[in-house]
Protein backbone atom coordinates (compact mmCIF):
# COMPACT_ATOMS: atom_id res chain seq x y z
CA UNK A 1 0.00 0.00 0.00
CA UNK A 2 1.22 3.70 -1.07
CA UNK A 3 1.24 5.82 1.74
CA UNK A 4 1.36 9.65 1.96
CA UNK A 5 1.84 11.87 5.00
CA UNK A 6 0.73 15.42 4.68
CA UNK A 7 2.71 18.06 6.79
CA UNK A 8 6.59 17.48 7.76
CA UNK A 9 6.27 19.25 11.58
CA UNK A 10 6.84 17.69 15.00
CA UNK A 11 3.77 14.90 15.02
CA UNK A 12 4.22 14.61 11.07
CA UNK A 13 7.42 13.34 11.14
CA UNK A 14 7.52 11.08 13.85
CA UNK A 15 4.22 9.13 12.49
CA UNK A 16 6.42 9.29 8.89
CA UNK A 17 9.17 7.39 11.11
CA UNK A 18 7.05 4.85 12.71
CA UNK A 19 4.38 4.46 9.41
CA UNK A 20 7.50 3.55 7.07
CA UNK A 21 8.89 0.68 8.99
CA UNK A 22 5.23 -1.09 8.46
CA UNK A 23 6.27 -4.10 5.96
CA UNK A 24 2.28 -3.39 4.03
CA UNK A 25 3.32 0.06 3.50
CA UNK A 26 5.64 0.22 0.00
CA UNK A 27 6.01 3.32 -0.31
CA UNK A 28 5.71 6.93 1.85
CA UNK A 29 5.54 10.42 0.35
CA UNK A 30 5.77 13.12 3.15
CA UNK A 31 4.51 16.43 1.47
CA UNK A 32 5.02 20.05 3.36
CA UNK A 33 5.16 23.56 1.86
CA UNK A 34 8.65 24.17 3.38
CA UNK A 35 11.57 22.64 1.59
CA UNK A 36 13.48 22.25 5.20
CA UNK A 37 10.29 20.62 6.71
CA UNK A 38 10.74 18.05 3.98
CA UNK A 39 14.76 17.32 3.94
CA UNK A 40 14.46 17.34 7.75
CA UNK A 41 11.83 14.56 7.66
CA UNK A 42 13.17 13.01 4.96
CA UNK A 43 16.57 12.64 7.11
CA UNK A 44 15.43 11.64 10.14
CA UNK A 45 13.28 9.15 9.09
CA UNK A 46 16.52 6.70 7.41
CA UNK A 47 14.10 4.70 5.20
CA UNK A 48 14.55 4.43 1.64
CA UNK A 49 10.54 4.01 1.09
CA UNK A 50 10.23 7.65 2.12
CA UNK A 51 10.29 10.90 -0.56
CA UNK A 52 9.75 14.35 0.31
CA UNK A 53 7.63 16.48 -1.93
CA UNK A 54 7.09 20.69 -1.76
CA UNK A 55 3.94 21.76 -2.57
CA UNK A 56 1.39 24.30 -1.57
CA UNK A 57 -1.19 22.35 0.92
CA UNK A 58 -4.18 25.31 1.04
CA UNK A 59 -4.82 24.06 -3.12
CA UNK A 60 -7.56 21.35 -3.20
CA UNK A 61 -6.27 20.85 -6.77
CA UNK A 62 -3.17 20.02 -5.78
CA UNK A 63 -3.74 18.12 -2.74
CA UNK A 64 -5.78 15.64 -5.25
CA UNK A 65 -3.04 15.48 -7.24
CA UNK A 66 -0.62 14.60 -4.36
CA UNK A 67 -3.43 12.21 -2.79
CA UNK A 68 -3.91 10.14 -6.48
CA UNK A 69 -1.04 8.72 -6.03
CA UNK A 70 -1.57 6.91 -2.60
CA UNK A 71 -4.11 4.45 -1.13
CA UNK A 72 -4.24 5.78 2.56
CA UNK A 73 -2.97 9.33 4.06
CA UNK A 74 -2.31 11.16 7.49
CA UNK A 75 -2.84 14.82 7.77
CA UNK A 76 -1.03 16.51 10.38
CA UNK A 77 -2.35 20.07 8.94
CA UNK A 78 -3.70 23.18 10.58
CA UNK A 79 -7.33 23.56 11.21
CA UNK A 80 -7.88 25.65 8.39
CA UNK A 81 -6.76 23.38 5.98
CA UNK A 82 -7.99 19.90 7.11
CA UNK A 83 -11.62 20.21 5.72
CA UNK A 84 -9.94 20.52 2.17
CA UNK A 85 -7.49 18.04 3.12
CA UNK A 86 -10.70 15.60 3.47
CA UNK A 87 -12.66 16.99 0.08
CA UNK A 88 -9.60 16.29 -1.83
CA UNK A 89 -8.76 12.62 -0.25
CA UNK A 90 -12.47 11.56 -1.02
CA UNK A 91 -12.24 12.50 -4.82
CA UNK A 92 -8.56 11.35 -5.02
CA UNK A 93 -10.36 8.01 -3.89
CA UNK A 94 -7.41 7.80 -0.95
CA UNK A 95 -8.65 7.34 2.68
CA UNK A 96 -7.34 10.26 4.86
CA UNK A 97 -6.54 9.62 8.75
CA UNK A 98 -6.76 13.47 10.31
CA UNK A 99 -5.39 14.53 13.66
CA UNK A 100 -7.67 17.39 13.24
CA UNK A 101 -11.53 17.36 14.63
CA UNK A 102 -12.58 20.67 14.03
CA UNK A 103 -15.07 21.32 11.45
CA UNK A 104 -16.99 17.78 12.14
CA UNK A 105 -19.97 19.05 10.91
CA UNK A 106 -18.93 19.94 7.72
CA UNK A 107 -16.93 16.52 7.34
CA UNK A 108 -19.62 14.36 8.31
CA UNK A 109 -21.56 15.71 5.16
CA UNK A 110 -18.82 14.26 2.97
CA UNK A 111 -20.11 10.78 4.15
CA UNK A 112 -22.25 10.21 1.37
CA UNK A 113 -19.14 11.29 -1.43
CA UNK A 114 -16.55 9.06 1.08
CA UNK A 115 -18.99 5.89 0.55
CA UNK A 116 -20.05 6.40 -2.85
CA UNK A 117 -15.32 7.04 -3.61
CA UNK A 118 -15.38 3.94 -1.35
CA UNK A 119 -12.64 5.42 1.11
CA UNK A 120 -13.08 5.56 4.78
CA UNK A 121 -12.11 9.41 6.56
CA UNK A 122 -11.76 9.18 9.96
CA UNK A 123 -11.63 12.94 11.79
CA UNK A 124 -9.86 13.94 14.68
CA UNK A 125 -7.90 10.96 15.75
CA UNK A 126 -5.39 12.00 17.73
CA UNK A 127 -4.97 12.23 21.65
CA UNK A 128 -8.41 14.94 22.31
CA UNK A 129 -10.33 14.68 19.37
CA UNK A 130 -9.13 10.89 19.14
CA UNK A 131 -8.22 8.40 22.12
CA UNK A 132 -10.63 11.05 24.16
CA UNK A 133 -13.42 10.17 22.29
CA UNK A 134 -12.70 6.45 21.85
CA UNK A 135 -13.03 6.24 25.97
CA UNK A 136 -15.93 8.27 25.87
CA UNK A 137 -17.47 6.12 23.44
CA UNK A 138 -16.65 2.97 25.09
CA UNK A 139 -17.59 4.41 28.38
CA UNK A 140 -21.15 5.04 26.90
CA UNK A 141 -21.37 1.92 25.17
CA UNK A 142 -20.47 -0.40 28.65
CA UNK A 143 -23.34 1.21 30.45
CA UNK A 144 -27.11 0.95 30.15
CA UNK A 145 -28.14 4.33 30.90
CA UNK A 146 -25.20 7.12 30.39
CA UNK A 147 -25.60 10.36 32.06
CA UNK A 148 -22.88 12.16 31.68
CA UNK A 149 -19.33 12.16 29.66
CA UNK A 150 -16.47 14.73 30.40
CA UNK A 151 -13.32 14.75 29.16
CA UNK A 152 -10.02 16.44 30.77
CA UNK A 153 -7.51 16.70 28.42
CA UNK A 154 -4.03 19.01 28.18
CA UNK A 155 -0.01 19.12 27.27
CA UNK A 156 1.77 20.58 29.93
CA UNK A 157 5.28 21.05 30.30
CA UNK A 158 7.26 18.88 32.80
CA UNK A 159 9.38 21.51 34.24
CA UNK A 160 6.75 24.76 34.19
CA UNK A 161 8.52 28.53 34.17
CA UNK A 162 6.64 31.61 34.64
CA UNK A 163 4.79 33.90 33.66
CA UNK A 164 2.79 31.48 31.81
CA UNK A 165 3.41 28.03 32.92
CA UNK A 166 3.10 26.33 29.36
CA UNK A 167 5.17 25.59 26.76
CA UNK A 168 4.34 24.91 23.06
CA UNK A 169 3.65 21.62 21.89
CA UNK A 170 1.76 21.82 18.98
CA UNK A 171 0.84 24.62 16.40
CA UNK A 172 0.60 28.20 18.45
CA UNK A 173 -2.13 29.06 15.89
CA UNK A 174 -4.39 26.05 17.44
CA UNK A 175 -3.54 27.19 20.75
CA UNK A 176 -5.04 30.66 20.38
CA UNK A 177 -8.27 29.30 18.97
CA UNK A 178 -8.44 27.70 22.37
CA UNK A 179 -8.51 31.20 23.98
CA UNK A 180 -11.11 32.82 20.60
CA UNK A 181 -13.46 30.14 19.56
CA UNK A 182 -16.45 29.57 21.47
CA UNK A 183 -16.95 25.92 22.40
CA UNK A 184 -19.78 23.46 21.60
CA UNK A 185 -21.12 20.81 24.21
CA UNK A 186 -24.02 18.60 24.80
CA UNK A 187 -26.14 19.68 28.01
CA UNK A 188 -29.67 17.46 28.76
CA UNK A 189 -29.45 16.40 25.24
CA UNK A 190 -29.55 19.95 23.33
CA UNK A 191 -26.24 21.48 21.49
CA UNK A 192 -24.97 24.82 23.75
CA UNK A 193 -21.93 27.06 22.80
CA UNK A 194 -20.66 28.25 25.72
CA UNK A 195 -17.68 31.15 25.69
CA UNK A 196 -13.86 30.32 25.02
CA UNK A 197 -11.86 29.83 28.49
CA UNK A 198 -15.31 29.68 30.15
CA UNK A 199 -16.50 26.93 32.94
CA UNK A 200 -13.08 27.18 34.59
CA UNK A 201 -12.37 23.88 37.30
CA UNK A 202 -9.50 23.28 39.38
CA UNK A 203 -8.30 19.48 38.87
CA UNK A 204 -5.90 16.74 39.95
CA UNK A 205 -3.77 14.48 38.51
CA UNK A 206 -1.05 12.19 39.96
CA UNK A 207 2.36 12.95 40.11
CA UNK A 208 4.15 14.83 38.66
CA UNK A 209 1.79 16.95 37.50
CA UNK A 210 -0.43 18.11 40.85
CA UNK A 211 -2.81 20.59 41.00
CA UNK A 212 -4.53 22.02 37.66
CA UNK A 213 -7.03 24.05 35.97
CA UNK A 214 -9.57 23.38 32.99
CA UNK A 215 -11.38 25.39 30.71
CA UNK A 216 -14.30 24.23 28.35
CA UNK A 217 -12.99 23.57 25.04
CA UNK A 218 -14.90 21.91 21.75
CA UNK A 219 -16.07 18.31 22.40
CA UNK A 220 -15.77 17.88 18.20
CA UNK A 221 -17.46 15.33 16.96
CA UNK A 222 -19.41 13.65 20.53
CA UNK A 223 -21.78 16.13 21.01
CA UNK A 224 -22.68 14.80 17.09
CA UNK A 225 -22.31 11.41 17.67
CA UNK A 226 -23.30 10.98 21.05
CA UNK A 227 -26.49 12.13 20.76
CA UNK A 228 -29.16 10.25 22.27
CA UNK A 229 -26.76 7.95 23.69
CA UNK A 230 -26.08 9.83 26.64
CA UNK A 231 -27.86 13.28 27.97
CA UNK A 232 -24.41 15.76 28.22
CA UNK A 233 -20.95 15.70 27.21
CA UNK A 234 -18.35 17.86 27.20
CA UNK A 235 -14.16 18.50 26.71
CA UNK A 236 -11.97 20.91 28.85
CA UNK A 237 -8.44 21.40 28.37
CA UNK A 238 -6.19 21.34 31.51
CA UNK A 239 -2.96 23.74 32.05
CA UNK A 240 -0.98 24.36 34.99
CA UNK A 241 -3.13 26.85 37.38
CA UNK A 242 -2.82 30.49 36.81
CA UNK A 243 -2.38 30.31 33.54
CA UNK A 244 -5.75 31.03 32.21
CA UNK A 245 -6.40 33.67 34.20
CA UNK A 246 -3.54 35.72 32.24
CA UNK A 247 -4.70 34.53 29.05
CA UNK A 248 -8.11 35.73 29.45
CA UNK A 249 -6.99 39.12 30.66
CA UNK A 250 -4.97 39.29 27.35
CA UNK A 251 -8.67 37.83 25.08
CA UNK A 252 -10.51 40.56 26.80
CA UNK A 253 -8.40 43.31 25.72
CA UNK A 254 -8.08 42.12 22.05
CA UNK A 255 -4.62 41.05 22.07
CA UNK A 256 -6.16 37.77 20.12
CA UNK A 257 -8.50 39.46 17.57
CA UNK A 258 -7.36 39.06 13.88
CA UNK A 259 -8.59 42.20 12.74
CA UNK A 260 -6.28 44.50 11.54
CA UNK A 261 -5.53 47.84 13.70
CA UNK A 262 -3.70 51.13 12.68
CA UNK A 263 -0.84 51.60 15.01
CA UNK A 264 1.17 54.83 13.70
CA UNK A 265 0.32 54.34 10.23
CA UNK A 266 1.21 50.90 10.27
CA UNK A 267 -1.82 48.21 9.96
CA UNK A 268 -0.86 45.58 12.48
CA UNK A 269 -2.59 42.14 13.18
CA UNK A 270 -3.14 41.73 17.45
CA UNK A 271 -3.27 37.95 16.97
CA UNK A 272 -0.03 37.61 15.32
CA UNK A 273 2.42 40.36 17.27
CA UNK A 274 0.52 38.44 19.92
CA UNK A 275 1.82 34.95 18.53
CA UNK A 276 5.28 36.30 18.25
CA UNK A 277 5.61 38.16 21.63
CA UNK A 278 4.11 34.95 23.67
CA UNK A 279 6.10 32.24 21.88
CA UNK A 280 9.19 32.93 23.39
CA UNK A 281 7.99 32.68 26.71
CA UNK A 282 6.32 29.14 25.62
CA UNK A 283 9.37 27.66 24.95
CA UNK A 284 10.81 26.16 27.53
CA UNK A 285 13.71 24.83 28.75
CA UNK A 286 13.36 21.79 27.86
CA UNK A 287 11.77 19.41 25.87
CA UNK A 288 10.41 17.30 28.20
CA UNK A 289 6.10 17.44 28.61
CA UNK A 290 3.26 15.65 29.92
CA UNK A 291 -0.19 14.64 28.16
CA UNK A 292 -2.57 14.78 30.82
CA UNK A 293 -5.49 12.60 30.77
CA UNK A 294 -8.82 11.57 32.26
CA UNK A 295 -12.52 10.33 30.98
CA UNK A 296 -15.07 9.94 33.35
CA UNK A 297 -18.57 8.43 31.86
CA UNK A 298 -21.38 8.40 34.53
CA UNK A 299 -25.18 6.71 34.35
CA UNK A 300 -26.78 2.93 35.56
CA UNK A 301 -26.15 -0.55 34.57
CA UNK A 302 -28.29 -3.22 36.14
CA UNK A 303 -30.70 -0.13 37.68
CA UNK A 304 -27.40 0.46 39.78
CA UNK A 305 -25.34 3.93 39.82
CA UNK A 306 -21.83 3.41 38.08
CA UNK A 307 -19.06 5.57 37.40
CA UNK A 308 -16.22 4.35 34.95
CA UNK A 309 -12.87 5.94 34.45
CA UNK A 310 -9.68 6.24 32.43
CA UNK A 311 -6.81 8.55 33.22
CA UNK A 312 -3.16 8.90 32.04
CA UNK A 313 -0.15 10.55 32.60
CA UNK A 314 2.18 10.37 29.99
CA UNK A 315 5.63 11.49 30.71
CA UNK A 316 8.32 12.67 27.65
CA UNK A 317 10.08 9.39 26.31
CA UNK A 318 13.08 9.42 27.09
CA UNK A 319 14.39 6.67 24.99
CA UNK A 320 13.01 7.65 21.92
CA UNK A 321 13.69 10.86 22.60
CA UNK A 322 9.61 11.82 21.93
CA UNK A 323 7.94 14.19 23.15
CA UNK A 324 4.44 13.09 25.07
CA UNK A 325 2.29 15.19 22.91
CA UNK A 326 3.61 13.81 19.87
CA UNK A 327 3.47 9.98 21.03
CA UNK A 328 -0.15 10.45 22.02
CA UNK A 329 -1.13 12.61 19.45
CA UNK A 330 0.47 10.12 16.45
CA UNK A 331 0.52 7.09 17.08
CA UNK A 332 -3.70 6.79 16.96
CA UNK A 333 -3.78 8.01 13.86
CA UNK A 334 -0.38 5.53 12.93
CA UNK A 335 -2.57 2.71 14.32
CA UNK A 336 -5.43 3.49 12.32
CA UNK A 337 -3.39 3.63 8.73
CA UNK A 338 -1.64 0.38 9.74
CA UNK A 339 -4.79 -1.61 9.99
CA UNK A 340 -6.20 0.19 6.52
CA UNK A 341 -2.73 -1.46 5.24
CA UNK A 342 -3.20 -4.28 6.77
CA UNK A 343 -7.37 -4.67 5.81
CA UNK A 344 -8.77 -4.81 9.19
CA UNK A 345 -10.75 -1.63 8.51
CA UNK A 346 -12.88 -2.09 5.59
CA UNK A 347 -15.24 0.97 6.23
CA UNK A 348 -16.34 3.24 4.16
CA UNK A 349 -17.56 6.81 4.56
CA UNK A 350 -16.74 9.34 7.69
CA UNK A 351 -16.11 7.54 11.27
CA UNK A 352 -15.17 9.57 14.03
CA UNK A 353 -12.64 7.63 16.24
CA UNK A 354 -16.04 7.04 19.19
CA UNK A 355 -17.72 5.35 15.89
CA UNK A 356 -14.59 3.14 14.31
CA UNK A 357 -12.70 2.05 17.61
CA UNK A 358 -15.22 0.56 20.11
CA UNK A 359 -17.16 -2.83 19.91
CA UNK A 360 -15.03 -5.78 19.17
CA UNK A 361 -12.06 -3.34 18.36
CA UNK A 362 -11.49 -1.62 21.30
CA UNK A 363 -9.60 -4.09 23.37
CA UNK A 364 -7.04 -4.46 19.99
CA UNK A 365 -6.73 -0.70 19.91
CA UNK A 366 -5.97 0.09 23.95
CA UNK A 367 -3.18 -3.04 23.54
CA UNK A 368 -1.91 -1.32 20.43
CA UNK A 369 -1.51 1.90 22.42
CA UNK A 370 -0.09 0.01 25.13
CA UNK A 371 2.54 -1.39 22.62
CA UNK A 372 4.09 1.29 22.21
CA UNK A 373 4.38 3.25 25.17
CA UNK A 374 1.11 4.63 26.10
CA UNK A 375 -0.96 3.54 28.95
CA UNK A 376 -4.01 3.98 30.16
CA UNK A 377 -4.98 3.20 33.85
CA UNK A 378 -9.27 1.80 33.98
CA UNK A 379 -11.18 2.14 37.27
CA UNK A 380 -14.93 1.43 38.09
CA UNK A 381 -17.07 2.75 41.29
Known amino acids: MKAVVLGAGM ?24 PANVDKCVSEAMNDKVKGQVA ?36 AGCHMVDLVGSHYPEKAELDSAARAAGVLI ?114 KTVRYKGHYAKMKVLAELGFFNEALIDVDGVMVSPRKLSMALLEPQMKGKSDEDITVLRVVVTGKRDGKPVKVQWEMVDLYDQERHLTSMAKTTGFPAV ?19 EQLLIGDRFASFMSELKNRGIEIVYSEE
Not at 71 to 90: F, G, M, Q, R, T
Open 122 to 235: VPGIGVAPGIANVLAGRGVEILDEADEAQVLCGGIPRHPLPPLWYQVVFRLESLIGLFTRPAFAMVNGQMVQLPALSEMEDCFFPDPVGECEAVITDAHSLGCTMRGKVNSIYE
Open 56 to 91: SLNDEGVLESILGQADVAIAALPHSLSLLANKAAIK
Open 335 to 353: IVAEWLAEGKLTDCGVVAP
Open 11 to 34: IGCMMVKELAKHPKIQSLIVVDAF
